[in-house]
């Protein structure tokens, strides 16, 4: 007896310790993680799973690997896009999980969005800084700035388009792209009428001195 209860003993821990060292799916999971699905006292006669996505649709389906065939564990490895979905298991019993994405990744997309804006503060730093006598080149490099402000604006609409679907913030930032490319258009159309104002001026002038002499 206290034989078979040692073997018993040994057996639970032995299965604890193989379950403990897979990388379980716990919900929410981070977006791009691969962990392993593991079902509750399966019996079926054909150990399969169903990935269904919350609206319905089935994403994935499969044979399910034996984790444990004398306590029904058996399980499959997840590696989904962000959204919810629905484990349906091969005896109808299901799991529900969510997938989203991770600190992590907010701070990359965060910085990836950034780095453009970094360039425009270069820009308008270099047409500050440089003197007088690079008037053209100043203007150049202001007007050039507003592009990659609108490269971040764009890098944004992307990330919320593709991960939060947050329809409120796409209209403003694309209200912001319109009445912001208006403005950049009446200031390019400025400076266009200016420089052409001042190529006509001193040609004029040019002219005049010659006359003079």
């Known amino acids: 007896m206290k034989k078979l209860l040692i073997v018993l003993i040994l057996f639970v ?11 379980l799916c ?75 994405q991770g600190d992590e990744n907010n701070m990359i ?26 008037d053209m080149l100043k203007i150049f490099l202001f007007l050039l700035s507003m592009i990659p402000f609108y490269t971040s604006l764009h890098f944004g609409l992307v990330s ?6 947050f329809e409120e913030l796409q209209n403003a930032i694309g209200s912001t792209v319109w009445w912001s490319g208006l403005v950049f258009g009446l200031i390019v159309t400025y400076f266009m009428i200016y420089l052409l104002y001042k190529g006509i001026h001193t040609s004029a002038q040019n002219k005049e001195e010659k006359l003079k002499y």
Request: overall charge negative; hydrophobic content about 40%; proline content about 2%.
């Open 13 to 23: 821990s032995i299965t604890q310790i193989a379950t403990a060292q897979l990388d």
């Open 109 to 134: 997309i965060g910085a990836i969005i950034l780095i453009p804006m970094l360039l425009s503060f270069i820009f308008l730093f270099g047409s500050w800084a440089l003197g007088d006598e690079h």
């Open 26 to 100: 716990v919900s929410p999971i981070n977006v791009n993680t691969n962990c392993t699905m593991v079902s509750n006292n399966l019996d079926c006669g054909v150990y399969t799973y169903e990935v269904i996505n919350i609206t319905g649709e089935l994403i994935e389906s499969g044979t399910l690997a034996t984790l444990n065939e004398s306590r029904g564990l058996y399980y499959f490895n997840l590696s989904q896009g962000e959204g919810e979905y629905i484990i349906n298991f091969c005896d109808n019993t299901t799991k529900q999980v969510e997938v989203t």
């Open 160 to 165: 919320i388009i593709k991960f939060y679907n």
